[in-house]
Every structure is written in structure tokens, then in C-alpha cells.
């Protein structure tokens, strides 16, 4: 059998990375007895929650397994939590939810963490549900009748926000190289066994799914072990953690925190809002809120320029705030050179600042300095590369530690553009991002799908992927945008039917004025242009464009 040959590839890689980390000959066994599980099914008549309950005796690595609701759906599952003792220094914590034998659709799906991992996704109140589910709408449902498996990749976050938290990185290689690429690998390697032991078969297809820094694991995932998966679904991925710390410091952040008037206020963001989409919302044909001709869009603001030394008004905008919106949009270009020869990192796109930028780049205060980007860089700075809990991403110039940003990007980034060992395995990648993300850049994503295209040359590029773009989303999904799109089905009809992803509709969300108006869903660098008639609510009177 096909799939029993790549198992035994795969396996084989497995069984090296676990017998290393783990000093423990259970797994190993337990690999090796999926050969013979077929014939043993027959003779096993425990019930399901028995089997359930004999996978905590199976090895060391299985804390405990009991039987639970199902993340999604009204099955119940057999859900595994457990714990891989890589090194002294990192403990990767796993937990793989195991549907009922009739509920499950023999595959699995792999959950990426967001931030810079810490905990386990599946298992974290405040994540439950999985934040980038909104993306997938209906399509969530069918996770639950998959496998579904997520790691904390061998750290444990510690703080208020544990997924912020980057001080465990400090002289810590294996959990660098965990968190890096490696514990998703080694997971999917226990989630597989698991499903042996429960199911007496492995999952025929594997998937991994993920938003942020989880869409960076589905493509770190393909770049290092291209077997692993048959499909990946990388939401608005945050492929250059250390581009943007490098860059984002120096020539923006600086910026924004050195002086009040420089900082945006929630109203201030608001005004801003308000007139560049006035500006730019009928640049795609349609005066709908939705500015969805990013790229065509260059309102820079200075009409509103403050008059007269007014300074403090709701209405107008200091030189600083102006020169703040400027560096947002701007791309960097940091001296810093990184992994796979990249500099720089790309500017943001527009629309949607409302639902972003107060989060991602200003804070609640301009004193407290708490955004999202700053906290991300300013961790990075401190613990990947300076080891200097009093640097600063204030103070700190990249340039004098470019060996540093170097070593750590080769082992986060995701900009290897040599995807065609997963071309080769039949794989297949939908990328999407939200173009009003002021987290992680889209245009730095483009890039990249750029570089895969000039390696792998256009016709192979398009048998292996899609890089789909939604107008007026944010980071978190929030925005006036259609950005409920069946994602999970289209990857599946790809891997399981051949049926490449023709022509997605995109749904606007609930919080949107428009509820239930839908949208053609557009590969970059095409966004939705009305068509001058028809229902302004139905993707039908819409066309992809540049
Ligand atoms: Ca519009």
C-alpha cells in the first residue's frame, strides 16, 4: 500500500527524533505494532472508552486519556494529554483529541499556537474555540471529526500573556529548535501512534491548520519536512518574526513611542479611518466601507494636518501622527540580513484601522507602551538576541547584532522558498491573509509566495498553492471584510478529489453592517471590483481585479 510505504519513511524520521529526545523505547515499540493492528482489530472487543482509557499504560509519554465532549460537535472524544521530555530544558505538552470510531473521518488535523507558542491551544480557556476558526465559519465543524492534535512546543509560557512570553528561549536551543519546527513534527509522529492504538489504523490524510505564528507552522512544517502533510492551511502566517523585530524597532516603533505627539489615540485612529476610506473606498468600484483596492489607495493623511500649532484636538493630526501613519505603510529596510537572504520588512496594508491598529501598534496609552508589535519586538530583542533583560527595542540598534538575528531566523522563519519536495509529495498550501493587518504584514507573505513562484516557475507554483487576499480584515478577523470562506473543504476537495479551488465566495462576518453580503474571495494581488450593477451584496456582481 502507497500510504503504508510513506508511513514507513515517515516513521523512520520519527523514530529517530523521538529516540533521541525521549530515551524511551515505548513510542518505538508501539510504531512498529501499527504493522500488525490491522489484524488485531477483529479480536479486540474492549469498548472505545476501554481503549481509551489503555493508552495511558501504552507508554511514558501519555499522562492521560479520558473521554470528553468534543472540541466541536456532540461526539465525544478520547482526549490525550501528555507530555515529551525533550531535553531537561523542554517539555513539549500535547494534547490529541481522538473522535468516537463512528464520528471520525479517518484524518487529522494539526492546530498551530499563536504568539510565540507557550500553551496548548486546544487546551487554553481563553483560545477555546480557536480565534482563527472565524475564517473557517461552517467549515469548523467538520475539525471535530477529525484527529485533531496541538502541542505548547516544548515551553511553557510564563506571565500574564504566556504567548507573548520569549524569556525561555535564552540559551535554550532545543526548545528554539521546538518551537522553531521540530515539536509539531514529533506530535504529529505520537498523534499518528495514538491513532494506531485506538483506531488500529493510521489517519489516511493529515492537515494542519493555523493562524499567526499557526500559519507559520504549517509552512515551517512543509519547509523541513515536506512528508508530513498532505494539506496546510496557513492563516495570515507570521513568516518573519525576525524581519519584523529587526526592522519594525528601529524604523517605526522608535518612532511611534518617542513622543506623545506622535502616538494615535483610539479617536485619532478613527479620524484617520474615516477619511482615507473616504478617499479610497470607491478606488474598487463600490462605496461599501469596504476599501478593497489597497494597493491603489496612497491617502497619506496630511489634510488633516493640524493648523496653527492646534496640538491635542480630535480633529486634526500632529507632523509626528502623520509621520507615524507614514512609517506604518512604508516598507523597512533594515541593514539586517536573514534567513534565506532576506532583508527588510514589507509595510502594512490599509482599511479596517479600527479594528487593528489601536491593538497591534499604538496601545491603550501612549505611557504604557502596551501594543502588541512592540511587546513581540521588544521580547524578541530581549531574550533571542541580546540575552539582556534591560535592552530595549527603544535603544536597541539591530545593526550591531545581525549575527544574532541571523542564527535565531534560521530557526523561526518560514522563507524558505524551496517548496518542491512537498510539490513532489502531492501537497497542497491555501495561504490566506486579512489586507488591514497591522500585526504580521500581508505584503511580507506576498513576497514570499513571490520567491516560491521564481523556483518553482509558475505552472508547478499553481498545482501547489493559493494565496488568497480579504479586503478590510484585521488581525484578529475583525473588519468590515468578507473573510468567512470555506477554506477547510476547498483544501480537502484539493488533496482528496483533485478538484483545485476554483471560484470561493467570501462571507462578511456578523459584526459587519452588511451580515450575510458575500464577496468573490480573490488571489493576490486581485481584490473584488464591482461590476457598476447588480446586487451590491452578492459576489456575483463582483469581479477579482487588479
Ligand atoms: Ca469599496
Not at 474598487?284 to 489597497?294: R, S, Y
Amino acid at each position: 500500500m502507497n500510504i503504508n510505504f510513506r508511513m514507513r519513511s515517515l516513521l523512520g524520521a520519527w523514530t529517530r527524533f523521538v529516540s533521541v529526545f525521549i530515551g524511551s523505547m515505548s513510542i518505538l515499540t508501539s510504531f512498529v505494532s501499527f504493522e500488525l493492528a490491522g489484524a488485531a482489530e477483529a479480536l479486540d472487543s474492549r469498548s472505545f472508552s476501554e481503549r481509551c482509557a489503555a493508552l495511558v499504560n501504552n507508554n511514558t509519554i501519555v499522562a492521560s486519556a479520558t473521554i470528553e465532549a468534543a472540541l466541536f460537535g456532540s461526539h465525544n472524544s478520547c482526549v490525550v494529554r501528555g507530555k515529551i521530555i525533550s531535553s531537561p530544558a523542554s517539555t513539549i505538552n500535547f494534547r490529541v483529541d481522538l473522535p468516537e470510531p463512528n464520528s471520525w473521518n479517518g484524518k487529522l488535523l494539526m492546530i498551530g499556537g499563536a504568539g510565540f507558542d507557550g500553551i496548548v491551544p486546544t487546551d487554553a480557556p481563553n483560545h477555546r474555540g480557536f480565534w482563527f476558526t472565524k475564517v473557517l465559519g461552517s467549515d469548523a465543524e467538520r475539525m471535530a471529526h477529525y484527529i485533531i492534535g496541538s502541542s505548547d512546543s516544548g515551553h511553557q509560557g510564563r506571565g500574564q500573556n504566556p504567548i507573548e512570553d520569549f524569556s525561555w528561549v535564552s540559551q535554550n536551543p532545543t526548545a528554539l529548535a521546538n518551537h522553531g519546527y521540530q515539536a509539531n513534527h514529533i506530535v504529529l509522529g505520537v498523534a499518528i501512534d495514538l491513532s494506531v492504538q485506538l483506531y488500529s489504523k493510521p489517519p489516511e490524510r493529515r492537515y494542519i491548520v493555523g493562524g499567526s505564528n499557526g500559519g507559520r507552522a504549517g509552512l515551517v512544517a512543509i519547509q523541513h519536512y515536506p512528508q508530513d502533510y498532505n494539506g496546510v492551511i496557513a492563516l495570515e502566517p507570521a513568516i518573519s518574526q525576525e524581519g519584523f523585530a529587526a526592522n519594525l524597532g528601529t524604523q517605526m516603533l522608535q518612532h511611534i513611542f518617542a513622543s506623545p505627539e506622535n502616538w494615535l489615540d483610539r479617536k485619532h485612529i478613527e479620524l484617520y479611518e474615516k477619511h482615507e476610506l473616504n478617499a479610497c473606498d470607491g478606488l474598487d468600484g463600490l462605496k461599501d466601507g469596504i476599501l478593497a483596492n489597497v494597493r491603489g489607495c496612497d491617502y497619506d493623511g496630511t489634510d488633516l494636518l493640524c493648523k496653527n500649532g492646534v496640538r491635542d484636538s480630535d480633529d486634526c493630526l500632529t507632523s509626528g501622527q502623520l509621520e507615524s501613519i507614514k512609517r506604518i505603510h512604508a516598507d523597512k529596510n533594515v541593514n539586517v540580513t536573514l534567513a534565506d537572504g532576506w532583508v527588510g520588512y514589507a509595510g502594512f496594508g490599509r482599511g479596517g484601522e479600527s479594528s487593528d491598529w489601536a491593538t497591534y501598534l499604538f496601545g491603550r496609552s501612549f505611557a504604557a507602551r502596551a501594543a502588541s508589535d512592540y511587546a513581540l519586538a521588544d521580547n524578541i530583542v530581549k531574550w533571542g538576541i541580546t540575552n539582556d533583560p534591560n535592552a530595549n527595542v527603544m535603544t536597541h540598534d539591530p545593526t550591531q547584532w545581525a549575527k544574532q538575528y541571523r542564527a535565531l531566523s534560521d530557526q523561526i522563519d518560514a522563507t524558505d522558498p524551496n517548496l518542491l519536495p512537498f510539490y513532489q509529495h502531492g501537497g497542497k498550501l491555501i495561504v490566506w491573509y486579512g489586507t488591514s493587518d497591522a500585526c504580521v504584514s500581508y505584503m511580507q507573505t506576498a513576497r514570499y509566495i513571490e520567491s516560491v513562484t521564481g523556483k518553482l516557475g509558475d505552472e508547478r507554483t499553481k498545482a501547489l498553492l493559493r494565496f488568497y487576499i480579504s479586503p478590510a480584515t484585521g488581525h484578529a478577523m475583525a473588519g468590515a471584510g468578507a473573510s468567512t470562506i470555506p477554506l477547510l473543504s476547498a483544501l480537502e476537495n484539493w488533496v482528496e478529489k483533485d478538484q483545485a479551488p476554483a471560484s470561493l465566495t467570501a462571507t462578511l462576518t456578523k459584526e459587519s453592517a452588511n451580515s450575510g453580503s458575500t464577496r468573490p474571495l480573490c488571489e493576490y494581488p486581485l481584490f473584488p471590483r464591482y461590476k457598476g450593477n447588480g446586487d451590491p451584496h452578492s459576489a456575483s456582481s463582483f469581479d477579482c481585479s487588479r
